[in-house]
DNA sequence: CTGATACTTAGCATCATGGCTAACCAATAT
DNA sequence: ATATTGGTTAGCCATGATGCTAAGTATCAG
C-alpha cells in the first residue's frame, strides 16, 4: 500500500454521501438498501458511490443470494490516519523547533 | 469545525499535486514560486491548487512584498485526524464484539 | 411458475475540476 | 525610470464526476 494511492482514498471520502456511508458503516455491516434509504437518489447512483468506496479499498461487499452486504476495512482507515498522523507530528515537530529557536537569545 | 467541513478537507488532499505540496510542507514554510518548482505546471495553475488548500483550512498563506508564503495548519490536519481515528476504532470495536460472540459457545 | 425484490448494466445530461494562455499589478533590482 | 520578478485575474477548453431513466438479471416468496 504505497502513498501515491491516498489520494484516492481522500477522494473516496471528500463526496458527502460517501462520507455519511462510511459513518452509518461504523455501526456495523449493511445491505446496499439498508445503506440507501437515507439519500434521496436512484439505486444506480447510489451503487456508484459504494463502488468508489470499494475500489478505494473502504469498504469489502458480499453477496450472498440477491443481497450484497458491507463492511468497513479498518486496515485503510488505519493507513490514512498515520499518514495524517505523520504529517502533523512533522508540522508540530516543526513549529516547536522554531520556538525553541525564537526563544534561544532572549 | 462541524463534521460537515470534512469532506472539503478530503477532497483538498485527493488532488496527487495538493498531496505532494502538503507533504514538502511538513518540512517547513515556503514560497508560492519555491512550492511550485517540482510541478510542471502554469502557475495560475498552481496557485488554484494553493487556494483550495487554503479554503480547506489545510494552510495558511501571508504575502510580504511580493512573496507569499505557505504554512501548513496542524489543526485542521488533527482535525480529520480524529475522525479517522474514531471511526477506525468503532469498526475495531465491533469487529471485537463480532469475534467474542462468535467464541462465546465453543 | 409467477411476481416481487434487490441489485446491476447501459446510456445520457450537466456541472465541477484541472489544465492552458493572455494580460495585468505590485514590489524589487539596475 | 525601467526591467524583472512573483504573484494574480480572467477566460477558455477537455475531461471526469454525479445525477437521472430505462431496461435487465438473479433470487426468493407464494
Redesign the pocket.
Known sequence: MANQYLPTVF?AL??P??FAVVERLCGGPA????L?TPF???????????K?LEKAGLIE?I???????CTLKSETLGFAESWISQRRRAVEAQLDRLQTYLSEDT
Open positions: 477522494a471528500s463526496d454521501t460517501r445491505s446496499v438498501g439498508q440507501q434521496a437518489m436512484a439505486t444506480p447512483t447510489f451503487l456508484r458511490h459504494l468508489v461487499t453477496k450472498r443470494g440477491r443481497v450484497r452486504t
